[in-house]
């Protein structure tokens, strides 16, 4: 457990060192969240309907954002091999990145989205509904991505590949996640869509680092 | 007493196989120096050795018993010094040696100190010469508390003075029970070695 935490922190050192990268990925989500009121209008009508939708697939593709650097630059520069002889085993690396990567682009987005929602008039009541999904979501997504860094390491065009692998995995988390939101912001209860959320990262939290180890396995051979 | 032992091994990279039916062995204080052309899988077993490559057959064994069992233990046994240094440019010395010391609760002063990098602490990494972060790659040997150690060309681009003082550090862990097995292709500061041809 002590070499996961340490993991974590030379992660997060890392983040705060390549500041820059960090905020990338927010910074995307805000501007691409800001294109939707100029492409449609700023009409309140449409665009507090379609907001719950907006917020959550700039999420999800603000958050795919710094995942091919998440084991590529450790494979690169030979770190990763230091970190599988670590003595955590191949899934807690996972686990640990996705951590990382949860608490590194994962949080921030999470505290943007509010005043994103607000920006793009989303009805007041569906907001922490909205809020709670995200927090479930992103961590859903930090897992996946996880995973699927993990697969698609030493890969040629890993990058584009690792959108077309996970994208589809977190189709449910979006469905579920938005509906949410949007029952919320209607008047009805967001719980049976939030369970669902739940459910799927009582799945995820030990399936994601296991898979994402057997993979990273292979990718250091 | 043969601590490390490696039994008819063979492995493959891909469709190429890179050797077959290799045995080794390495005593407790031992050294084990690998030769061979380039391309004859030096570095492919010494990967083995750490346990990131698998052994398509054969067994490796530790005290006697497969080293393999639980791969992530076996991890903790070795310190690999590769190729590549795993330096990262934009954290300062003494942070690229932090996780290595919280893995080990070992001190990242003294092991500075053991490559003479003391004086570079707090330089970020990316000011250092090709030999300086080759030191402070092999400063992580000091770091480990690993009974074996596997360099791959560990002293590549150090200077006299360097190779010297890591003969001091090859020598006081063999001295306190340690192994190593390094692949080279000049000769290493190192007495009393056993040696092995590949390819």
Known sequence: MRVFWAVLARDLRLSVRHGADTLAALLFFVATASLFPLAIGPGPETLGRIAPGIIWVCALLAALLPLDRLFGADLEDGSLDLLMLSGLGASGIVGAKALSHWLVTGVPLLLVAAPVAVMLRMPEGGIPALLIGLLIGSLLLSLFGGMGAAIVLGARRGGVLLPLLILPLVTPVLIFGAAAADAAAGGFSARPHLLLLGAMLAAALPLCPLAGGAALRGAVE | ?199
């Open chain 2, 1 to 199: 007493m043969d601590v490390l032992k490696a039994d008819g091994v063979a492995v493959f990279r891909g469709e190429r196989l890179v050797f077959r039916d290799l045995s080794l062995a390495v005593p407790a204080r031992g050294a084990l120096v690998l030769a061979g052309a380039n391309g004859s899988g030096k570095s492919t077993l010494l990967r083995l050795l750490a346990g990131l490559v698998r052994p398509e057959a054969g067994r490796v064994l530790w005290d006697g018993e497969d080293a393999f069992a639980d791969v992530a233990s076996h991890g903790r046994r070795v310190c690999y010094v590769g190729h590549q240094d795993a330096v990262k440019p934009g954290l300062t010395v003494t942070e690229n040696l932090r996780f290595a010391a919280a893995v080990s609760g070992r001190s990242v002063r003294t092991a500075l100190a053991a490559v003479g990098l003391e004086a570079l602490a707090d330089l970020p990494a990316r000011m250092l010469s090709a030999g300086q972060k080759r030191r402070l790659a092999l400063s992580r040997l000091v770091l480990s508390a690993a009974p074996l150690w596997l360099l791959d060309e560990p002293t590549l681009g150090l200077d006299t003075a360097a190779i010297e003082r890591f003969g001091g550090l090859l020598a006081e862990h063999r001295a306190s029970g340690g192994m190593v097995v390094a692949a080279t292709h000049v000769p290493l500061p190192l007495a009393d070695v056993a040696g092995l041809r590949l390819g």
